[in-house]
């Protein structure tokens, strides 16, 4: 099965895809993480991607498609996967669209997460994760069992985003208006999305999502 996850920066995107990945064994494909990843190990396509990125703008259509091309030929993909934060542009989309039908696969479905933006800013400004294993946290919101210590690797060590103020978090919320928001008309005109109200508490969306994937545990 392959999904796309989609809505604005803090929807809970990561953390739902996360949660696929560790219950239902879909593959979580991230391109904010692998991006991250090439900018910390100063790769040719980190160096290009990180001014776009601290300025909360989209990196290049080609860069990204590129990246998810290499990715998703993978043979962990074989099964299936999730994309959390691609396609963002509807050129993006497109793009997938192309490569899957060379490959005889195609999108299931998409799933669209809503949230305030004032919640956003909220979800954004308190999120960190784990420095190991990446599992992501929150102040408020999703606190290790045990302070300090991540739940699911036990390390003891943990970060926050560049890209996590309120300054960039506005840029990142335009982009998303502007050049992501027409995705989802591209999937809803295939009568392939699904919209949850990412305001509900991690559980609950959670529970809503696996029965609009029909998948159980
Ligand atoms: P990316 O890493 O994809 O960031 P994003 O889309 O801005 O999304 P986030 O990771 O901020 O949010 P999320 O929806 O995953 O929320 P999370 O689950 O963490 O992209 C970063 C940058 O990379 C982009 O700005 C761009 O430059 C570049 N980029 C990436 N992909 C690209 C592409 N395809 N094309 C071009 N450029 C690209 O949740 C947020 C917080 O809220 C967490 O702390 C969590 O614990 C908490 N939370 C989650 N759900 C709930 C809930 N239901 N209730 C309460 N709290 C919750
Ligand atoms: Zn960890």
């Known amino acids: 099965m392959i999904i796309v996850l989609m809505g604005p920066p803090g929807a809970g995107k990561g953390t739902q895809a996360s949660r696929l990945e560790q219950q239902h064994g879909l593959?979580?494909?991230?391109?904010?993480d692998m991006l991250r990843a090439?900018?910390?190990?100063?790769?040719?396509?980190?160096?290009?991607?990180?001014?776009?990125?601290?300025?909360?703008?989209?990196?290049?259509?080609?860069?990204?498609?590129?990246?998810?091309?290499?990715?998703?030929?993978?043979?962990?993909?074989e099964n299936g996967f999730v994309l959390d934060g691609f396609p963002r542009t509807v050129a993006q989309a497109e793009a997938l669209d192309a490569m899957l039908s060379e490959r005889?696969?195609?999108v299931d479905q998409a799933v669209e997460l809503t949230v305030s933006e004032e919640a956003?800013?909220?979800?954004?400004?308190?999120?960190?994760?784990?420095?190991?294993?990446?599992e992501g946290y929150h102040d408020q919101f999703k606190r290790p069992a045990q302070a300090g210590v991540c739940d699911r690797c036990g390390s003891t060590e943990f970060t926050r985003r560049a890209d996590d103020n309120e300054q960039t978090v506005r840029e990142r919320l335009a982009?998303?208006?502007?050049?992501?928001?027409?995705?989802?008309?591209y999937y809803g005109a295939k009568g392939l999305l699904t919209e949850?109200?990412?305001?509900?508490?991690?559980?609950?969306?959670?529970?809503?999502?696996d029965d609009a994937l029909g998948v159980t545990n």
């Not at 040719?44 to 860069?63: C, F, I, N, R, T």
């Not at 949850?196 to 999502?209: F, P």
């Open 120 to 134: 956003l800013v909220e979800r954004i400004t308190g999120r960190f994760s784990c420095a190991k294993c990446g």
């Open 196 to 209: 949850i109200d990412g305001l509900q508490s991690i559980d609950t969306v959670a529970h809503q999502m």
């Open 38 to 77: 090439a900018v910390r190990n100063e790769t040719a396509v980190g160096l290009e991607a990180k001014s776009y990125m601290d300025a909360g703008d989209l990196v290049p259509d080609q860069v990204v498609v590129g990246i998810i091309a290499e990715r998703t030929a993978k043979q962990d993909c």
């Open 104 to 106: 005889g696969a195609q």
């Open 27 to 32: 593959v979580q494909l991230s391109t904010g």
């Open 175 to 185: 982009a998303y208006r502007q050049k992501t928001a027409p995705v989802l008309g």
